[in-house]
Each structure stands twice: as structure tokens, then as C-alpha cells.
């Protein structure tokens, strides 16, 4: 089973930068096209950044786009969020997922998602 381990959450004033860290526990993660999703306590979590097996195709949640990126190093089993141009409205949860299933590309649906990791917390705030 794959294991996943999110890192490099923290505080961060409006406007800042974060990275966050995705690592696999396995060296097979180009099988895998990974999935980045966000929950606010009493919401229901939601898709943000999504980027396939081979790394040249993502999907990008609207609230995000122009500001949030991701990338993927199959060699190393790790997968990066970078986040820009932090909004006080982008204080959640982050948690990365893989999805085995789908060979070209990815999607922001939750259900699609086969491992999960137990999530970074990211605080926007002045």
C-alpha cells in the first residue's frame, strides 16, 4: 500500500509563499497521478491541484489558478505545491493523494482518489 507524508505547512502572512512536500513511501509513483485537496473545519474538502503520471498535464481549481502550482519528481517519489500570492481564504488542511487508475491525466474529484495522506496545516494570516 502506498503511503503518503505532506509537509512544509506553517503560518504565513497574506501575499507570502509556501512549498508544500509530498513524499511516497514507494519508488513506483509514476504509476500514480497525484491530487492536492484543501478542508476548512465543517467543510467539505475540495480539489486544488491535480498533475498526472508523466507530470505534463494538470488541473487547476479556479480559486487557485495563477498563484498555485505543482510538480512532480517520479525519481525522488515526490510531488510539490508551491503557493503564491497567499489569501487568507487558502487557511486549511492540505493533503496530497494518489489516484493508480487514470493513465493521461487527473481529476479534482475526491472519490477518485485511492491513498491519502493525513494532511498539513497551512494558516494565512497578518
Known amino acids: 500500500q502506498l503511503q503518503l507524508v505532506e509537509s512544509g505547512g506553517g503560518l504565513v502572512q497574506p501575499g507570502g509563499s509556501l512549498r508544500l512536500s509530498c513524499a511516497a513511501s514507494?519508488?513506483?509513483?509514476?504509476?500514480?497521478?497525484i491530487g492536492w485537496f484543501r478542508r476548512v473545519p465543517g467543510r467539505e474538502r475540495d480539489g486544488v491541484l491535480c498533475?498526472?503520471?508523466?507530470?505534463?498535464?494538470?488541473n487547476v481549481a479556479d480559486s487557485v489558478k495563477g498563484r498555485f502550482t505543482v510538480s512532480r519528481d517520479n525519481a525522488k517519489n515526490m510531488v510539490y505545491l508551491q503557493m503564491n500570492s497567499l489569501k487568507p481564504e487558502d487557511t486549511a488542511v492540505y493533503y496530497c493523494?494518489?489516484?493508480?487508475?487514470?493513465?493521461?491525466?487527473?481529476?479534482?474529484?475526491?472519490?477518485?482518489?485511492?491513498?491519502w495522506g493525513q494532511g498539513t496545516q497551512v494558516n494565512v494570516s497578518s
Open positions: 493523494a494518489a489516484d493508480k487508475r487514470l493513465p493521461r491525466t487527473c481529476v479534482l474529484r475526491e472519490a477518485d482518489y485511492d491513498y
Open positions: 514507494r519508488s513506483t509513483l509514476n504509476f500514480y497521478a
Open positions: 498533475i498526472n503520471r508523466s507530470g505534463d498535464k494538470t
